[in-house]
Every structure is written in structure tokens, then in C-alpha cells.
């Protein structure tokens, strides 16, 4: 079966230090993977895609940047973070088939406070 | 008008009642809904996949109405483990731009 992994669960960072969350899926091949945010008492927003290695789609102008550097690993990093950097980093699979092609399984997330 | 729109509630019922969420959705070129339970400070977890005109799942139903563009979750025999925030979320675009359009969320409480 597939599993998902995130690290860390929580995250306290002060303004403008880097960020590199990371995420592991495991049990499939080629997913398609995303990067969502859910801040506090809002909706999931989708900051990036990936349909394989080496290839990101960005879909809002922020300050963080994604990599994907092997097919089950996915990178959520920023240079600065700022205070509205703060929610819930949400990492996501996609099979790339089937007819539940459409459905996405999330990671466990990771709570990220900026101070 | 937002893509997916539902009712924030919270909707508070008594345990063994029946709750029915509506959700409506822009898209009219949307072939696939989802229904996700997210729970306090977690990950969401999908609940149902709607494909065609309706599912259902134990207690729970999901319907389809394309003409209307809208999406409900019936919820039968509530029980206090059914508390959570229910997602409603269509899908957008094709290929490999396929993405999901997530809604706000609608408030589940039970009470004993």
C-alpha cells in the first residue's frame, strides 16, 4: 500500500531564516505530487505541483520554491520566511491511473509558526 | 463567485440525527467530486468520490446534480466520531494540469 511521509510535524522558525520541508511518498511510481497551505481558518491553496522529477509547476507567486529531486521526494524550501508563511504545509500524491486518478492522499502535514 | 462554495456552518446536531451539506461548484466542464473530512489540526481524508449521479457508503451519500452544479453529503445516524469539517472539492483542468478545487469546509459538531 502507499504511504506518504512529511517531516517535521511542527516547525517554529523566526523571520527571514530558510525553510526545507520534506516529503516522501512510498508504494507507487511516477505520482503526481503537490504542495498545498491551509492558513489559519482558510482553505487549502495550492502553491505547487510536480508530474516528475525535475518538473514544477508554481500556481501562486510567493516566497517559497519546490523541487522535485527523485520520483518520491518532493521539497518545499524558502531563502526568508515571512509571517504570513505561517499554516499548515500539506504534501499530496495523485495515481497516475485508474479510475481514481483524480484523487489526492495527503501527508500528515507539517504546522509551521513564524516569529 | 468562488469555484466551490459550501455553507461554513458549524452544524450542531444530536447523535443519531440525519445532516445533509450542499455544496455548489462553477465549473461546468467538472467531472469529478470528492468529499474529504478533515479533522481538528489534521490532514484531510478522502470520505467519498462522486463519479456519476450519486454513491453511497454505509451512512453516508454523496449526490450529483450537474444540471444544478451541486454536490451534497447526507450523513445518516450521526455519531459523536462523525465530527470534523467536511471538504467539498472538484476537480479542474485535464492532463496533467488536472488539479482539485477545495472548498472552505462546512462544521460538523454531534452531540451526545
Redesign the interface.
Given at each position: 500500500s502507499q504511504t506518504i511521509h512529511q517531516w517535521p510535524a511542527t516547525l517554529v522558525q523566526p523571520v527571514g531564516s530558510p525553510l526545507s520541508l520534506e516529503c516522501t511518498v512510498e508504494g507507487t511510481s511516477n505520482p503526481?505530487l503537490y504542495w498545498y497551505r491551509q492558513a489559519a481558518g482558510?482553505?487549502?491553496q495550492?502553491l505547487f505541483?510536480s508530474?516528475g522529477i525535475g518538473q514544477i509547476?508554481s500556481?501562486v507567486p510567493q516566497n517559497l520554491s519546490a523541487s522535485r529531486p527523485q520520483d518520491r521526494q518532493f521539497i518545499l524550501s524558502s531563502k526568508k520566511l515571512l509571517l504570513s508563511d505561517s499554516g499548515?504545509y500539506?504534501c499530496a500524491w495523485r495515481a497516475m491511473g485508474g479510475?481514481?486518478y483524480?484523487?489526492?492522499?495527503?501527508?500528515?502535514?507539517t504546522?509551521l509558526t513564524v516569529l | 463567485r468562488k469555484e466551490v462554495e459550501q455553507d461554513p456552518g458549524p452544524f450542531n446536531v444530536p447523535e443519531g440525527a440525519t445532516v445533509a451539506f450542499n455544496c455548489t461548484y462553477s465549473n461546468s466542464a467538472s467531472?469529478?467530486f470528492?468529499w474529504y473530512r478533515q479533522d481538528c489540526?489534521?490532514?484531510?481524508?478522502?470520505l467519498m468520490?462522486v463519479?456519476s449521479s450519486g454513491n453511497e457508503d454505509g451512512r453516508f451519500t454523496a449526490q450529483l446534480n450537474r444540471a444544478s452544479q451541486y454536490i451534497s453529503l447526507l450523513i445518516r445516524d450521526s455519531k459523536l466520531s462523525d465530527s470534523a469539517t467536511y471538504?467539498c472539492v472538484v476537480?479542474k483542468g485535464a492532463g496533467?494540469?488536472?488539479?482539485?478545487i477545495?472548498?472552505?469546509?462546512t462544521s460538523l459538531a454531534v452531540n451526545p
Open positions: 503526481n482558510r482553505g487549502l495550492l505541483y508530474v509547476s500556481e499548515f500539506l479510475l481514481t483524480n484523487e489526492q492522499f495527503f501527508g500528515p502535514g504546522r | 467531472q469529478s470528492f489540526r489534521k490532514e484531510p481524508k478522502l468520490s463519479y471538504l476537480n496533467n494540469n488536472r488539479k482539485l477545495w472548498g472552505l469546509g
